[in-house]
């Protein structure tokens, strides 16, 4: 490009500029020669009878392809707010119908409950004993003195949180609580004496488990979020003192002000636990066919009890 | 004039008819849409230059789609499908682009 400009051109940079400066398609420069050489004379445009059936199919076919492919990229887009939309739908409604036969549930609990205490009216002692079992189970709504404990994951990662060194706060660490910290709170509170304890309104029973799935903490197999509320029935005064000394409220107490999470536990003076869907034991047994309800550990009397009749 | 009434006319059954595309077809849409859109500004610049050809507009737009999606098959193929369908629009969008400019200076003379 210096000097002589055309000669110097090597293959490629012909290449280049041929395709820069051909744009339009050799067939028609070569179509039009034709015509030339065929008949000069002639008149210039020769009307032939494909002429217009070409064009008319060749245009609609542009057409059809430049529409095909807009309406099939627009249409791509809603497809999958629509699927999405569908799947949130699916889910709230399947929701709203799990809620609907829990609440089914527990009315045909209650219902079962008051035909059986009419049976059982008689005999006190018999429908007290069944209460006090229930109770144990959670199966039914629990209500008495005790202790809550709210923790909640930090409402958002601002920067005015990070007052320490750099890397003392994760960035973005917005979900810092998982079913472990739920779990040690519930283990503290069971092995402060707690007789009952619901998390987020689930109630825990023997069969409870508090696990984590993605990123939704899981009681029961029932999805809970983040202020996390755990009620714990019990000797108020004991549970607070108890929870309070323990090491795990001074952990807790430690990640409020390092992650920012919020932690606060306090003295109930009426908590009232919902009850549990019951679920039926299926494969365990009593060991012995008339285990007195107050000594679970049955091998202690072998004796004047043991043996099937 | 009947090649903008049928230019209407496809895009009209386009919209009524709604096809499906087979998902095998899908990546290749976009490459026919470039080399109708080469075929065309390629037609009206041949009409404007007195050389238009019903027979080669056809056959080229035909020829351009076919060998634009073959090209970007190939690629798919043997792993450079994404470059190769960047080539294929970049040599159409360079013939569009002139072509559009020859337009422009046989339209308004400048």
Redesign the interface.
Known sequence: MTSPGRRSLNTAELLLAE???N???P??????RR?EQRGAESSPHPP?W????????????????????Y??QNRAAPDTATVHDALVQRVQQVQASTDQVAAQERALAANVESLRNAALGSDGGLSAELQQQELLAGTVAAKGPGLQVSLSDPVAPTPAQTAGRKGTVPVGAVQVLTDADIRSVVNQLWSDGAEAISVNDVRLTPTSAIRLAGEAVLVDFQPIASPYVIRAIGNANSLDTAFASSSIASRYQTLQGVSGISFTFSEQTSVTLPGSSSVMPRYAQASSSTTPTSTPSSSSTPSSTGGTR | M??????????V???LL??T?PTAL?PY??I??IA??D??F??A??RL?G????????????SN?VVAALIVFLGDKLGVGGQLSTAVVV?LG??????A??IRRHLFHA
């Open positions: 395709l820069v400066t744009t339009l398609d067939g028609y420069a070569a179509a039009a015509r032939r494909h002429d217009h059936v070409a064009i008319v199919v060749g245009c609609l076919l542009v057409g059809f392809v430049v529409v095909i492919a309406v099939h | 009947i090649a903008v009434l049928a230019l209407i006319v496809g895009v059954a386009g919209l709604k096809p595309v899908e849409l976009p026919a849409v109708a859109l075929a065309v390629g037609g610049r041949a230059d050389i238009f050809d019903s027979k080669v507009f056809v056959v080229s737009f035909v789609v040599v360079i013939r569009i682009f002139g072509n400019a020859a």
